[in-house]
């Protein structure tokens, strides 16, 4: 379910961009011709000649980044102030596709360097981003608060109705005209000014809250002995010894706090002692005392936000970042939250009964606490259902499930992936696949990367280098899904958890997003969509993963080459809804902290832990689960959007009801259904309202229900009523 993509995919949803992030007009190649470079030796600032025009990485140096973009921001003021200084009254062509076109060398570099900065980072490039994060917030204040810009693009929004605009230009004009807006453009001087400070602080304090939540996970390691591994499975201990060896401790095996190493770990280390000090580590990151924590900068972050939010006329930060989505208000996110919380905690509630139940029967003596959950949630679900990670585990290698990934859309979409050896990526890790339409015409390149390393983020997530436009010739994308895996040992495969084969189809989903765009305008391409429809293809593409023709063809045993028994599958399927209470909550109640955050008024003196502990009390928050992300590492929402958690499950409302216009054909793989969700959605970037898309696909609205029937929480919330 909900995985970190939206926020940590590189910031393109709506035009509220993550400070310091690309801008929607710093977009793709110019029309207009600069004056000639000066002969330089910088790479980023040199014509990308490598095959599909992929970033320079062969010849990249970290110190090349900072002159790059120098040049880029200097350039980009030029053309910007070229566009405000015309003389011709503003028409859509001369005013939003010169924006549009505007920036390609920002654009690019900044693509690159944020990548780079997620996946591969390092002292220097640490160092860079927050210098360059201020900068880069400066430089889009500047551009959105500039007078004769927004006049320009102000006076095209009150003649629109004269301008005989498509649907999709309509939208790229109200992007703008938010955009401005947002930048407080249409506000006096004073006011401006003190945004453009709040977006410059704000930027400076979201790289370092980044910067510590990594500083936490790279400092800890759990590094264990042979005698240390009951409970743990052959492909965690294989795993385990991986690390270890990869942080030069051969010999020992290592938990990391990568969810990928953790989970398992939790899930089934006997270790009780072990369990409680991995978990302690995994829930207070950012919260340990010292230079690494976050819990001031939370405040702080909190109280500009709040500011900005009066300053543009809202009572609070919520109000002014739902504005643009599809929710709309806070109050709106609040009732599906709640809608959900009740038969969630119920559920969850019964399924701490039976895990206690479950420790007792074996003799425990103590009361399940939060490290425990996972270790008897396997066992009560091996003794219910006969599955448990274990049994799944060794079925679910990587290179099969990429292949499963691939060839879901070629069921669906007609695409063709071939993976290309030949090309030079940041890092040997990475993969990169040409991908190719039913015609056989080349659509994009895929470039995936898989495993977890000191030097990347936690979590998964999309982004790109490149986004599929049209409006100056045809430009293919370059999309990128970045996972943090456990590499297996030497000379094996790479076995996935459950858990991580449905991140890898959901992140391949944003990849589809991106992949299959077909619009005309670059700030409304692929997954430059409203926050909260987002995840819809991603989730969505989720469900394919445990059809049973997917499986009995892809998960196939790493030793014996066998397919998955049907017996099995049958299990897994049974099991689908197992512990769904749990996850529910542990995810409802970071989306209702992160709203409740984001509502407050006054700020002034916040105590982040209280804040956590009052509200979890507020909604009777069971004391055996924690919030998925607490405050102090909350990625998505302190060093992201504010109040943008709920998405997922705004999201997943739609994609629940999606699938079923799949089921409904007998065939989740119907032809006329899969090419309806490409034309409405896959393909549609953000060249409509979300709200009609949806409708276009499903020839309705959305209903709650399909969502509590796909979690299991339906009959529970008729028993309430
Ligand atoms: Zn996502």
Redesign the pocket.
């Known amino acids: 379910m909900?995985?970190?993509?939206?926020s940590?995919?590189k910031a393109k949803a709506g035009l509220a961009r993550r400070p310091g992030r690309r801008k929607p007009a710093a977009a793709r190649p110019a029309r207009r011709k600069l004056a000639p470079a000066p002969r330089t030796k910088n790479p980023l600032l040199e014509p990308w000649t490598a095959a599909f025009g992929l970033p320079p990485f062969a010849r990249l140096s970290s110190s090349h980044f900072l002159p790059a973009f120098e040049r880029a921001l200097a350039d980009n003021l030029r053309e910007l102030a070229a566009i405000a200084r015309q003389r011709s009254a503003p028409t859509f062509a001369n005013t939003i596709e010169a924006l549009e076109l505007s920036g390609p060398a920002l654009d690019r570099i900044a693509s690159v360097f944020f990548n780079l900065s997620g996946t591969d980072t390092s002292p220097e490039i640490q160092e860079l981003e927050r210098k360059l994060a201020p900068r880069l917030a400066k430089h889009s204040m500047r551009i959105y608060q500039d007078a004769s810009l927004f006049k320009r693009v102000a006076s095209l929004v009150k003649k629109q109705a004269s301008l005989r605009l498509s649907e999709e230009q309509v939208r790229v004009l109200e992007r703008y005209h938010r955009a401005f807006i947002k930048a407080g453009a249409s506000l006096p001087a004073g006011a401006r000014r003190r945004l453009a400070a709040i977006a410059e602080r704000l930027a400076k304090l979201a790289t370092k809250f980044n910067q510590n939540v990594l500083a936490d996970e790279q400092a800890f390691l759990l590094v264990l002995d042979a005698d240390d591994l009951a409970g743990l499975p052959d492909a965690l201990r294989a795993a385990a010894a991986e690390t270890a060896s990869a942080r030069g401790l051969p010999g020992k095996y290592a938990i990391s706090l990568s969810r990928s190493s953790i989970e398992p770990f939790l899930q089934f280390s006997a270790r009780r002692d072990l369990r409680e000090k991995a978990f302690q580590a995994w829930i207070n990151r950012g919260a340990n005392g010292g230079k690494t924590d976050n819990r001031k900068l939370v405040a702080e972050i909190l109280d500009l936000r709040a500011e900005r939010g009066r300053l543009l006329g809202f009572p609070t930060a919520a109000a002014a970042t739902l504005e643009f989505s599809m929710a709309k208000t806070p109050e709106a996110v609040r009732r599906l939250l709640m809608e959900v919380w009740h038969p969630a905690r119920e559920r969850a509630l019964k399924e701490r009964d039976a895990l206690q139940k479950s420790i007792t029967a074996a003799g425990g003596n103590f009361r399940l606490a939060a490290w425990d959950w996972r270790y008897y949630a396997e066992k009560v679900r091996k003794a219910n259902f006969a599955v448990d990670e274990a049994s799944i585990k060794p079925y679910l290698q990587l290179d099969n499930v990429i292949a499963a990934a691939f060839d879901v859309a070629h069921r669906l979409f007609g695409i063709v992936a071939t993976e290309r050896k030949d090309l030079a990526l940041y890092h040997a890790d990475a993969r990169a696949f040409e991908i190719k339409d039913a015609a056989g015409r080349h659509l994009g390149l895929f470039v995936g990367d898989y495993f977890a390393r000191p030097s990347k983020r936690s979590g998964?997530?999309?982004s790109s280098w490149r986004d599929q436009h049209r409006l100056d010739g045809e430009v293919r994308p370059l999309v990128v899904n970045v996972m943090n895996f456990g590499k297996g040992a030497a000379g094996e495969p790479t076995l996935l958890s459950s858990d991580d084969a449905r991140t890898l189809f959901?992140?391949f989903?944003?990849a589809l997003h991106g992949l299959l765009s077909n619009v005309t305008y670059p700030s409304v391409s692929g997954t430059s969509v409203e926050r909260d429809f987002?995840?819809l293809p991603?989730?969505l593409y989720e469900h394919w993963l445990l059809q049973p023709e997917v499986l009995r063809r892809y998960a196939r045993h790493y030793k014996t080459g066998k397919a998955i028994s049907p017996s099995l599958i049958k299990r897994l399927q049974r099991a689908r809804n197992f512990n769904q209470g749990f996850q529910t909550v542990e995810y409802l109640a970071s989306a209702i902290v992160d709203l409740d955050l984001h509502v407050l008024e006054d700020i002034k003196g916040l105590d982040v832990d209280d804040f956590e502990r009052q509200t979890l009390g507020s909604i009777g928050m069971p004391e055996e689960i924690v919030m998925r992300h607490r405050i102090a590492h909350f990625q998505h929402i302190i060093g992201g959007y504010a109040a943008g958690y709920y998405s997922?499950l705004w999201?997943e409302v739609m994609d629940a009801d999606a699938f079923g216009a799949f089921e409904a054909t007998g065939d989740v793989f119907d032809a006329k259904t899969a090419r309806r969700l490409y034309e409405t959605i896959y393909s549609a970037g953000g060249r409509r309202d979300p709200a009609a898309a949806y409708r276009a696909f499903r020839g309705r609205p959305p209903t709650t229900e399909a969502l509590l029937v796909k979690r299991g929480l339906a009959s529970d919330r008729a028993v309430r009523h």
Do not use: C, D, I, T
């Not at 909900?2 to 939206?6: F, P, Q």
């Open positions: 909900a995985r970190k993509a939206a940590q995919r998964a997530w999309m959901h992140e989903g944003h987002v995840e991603s989730q997922y999201s």
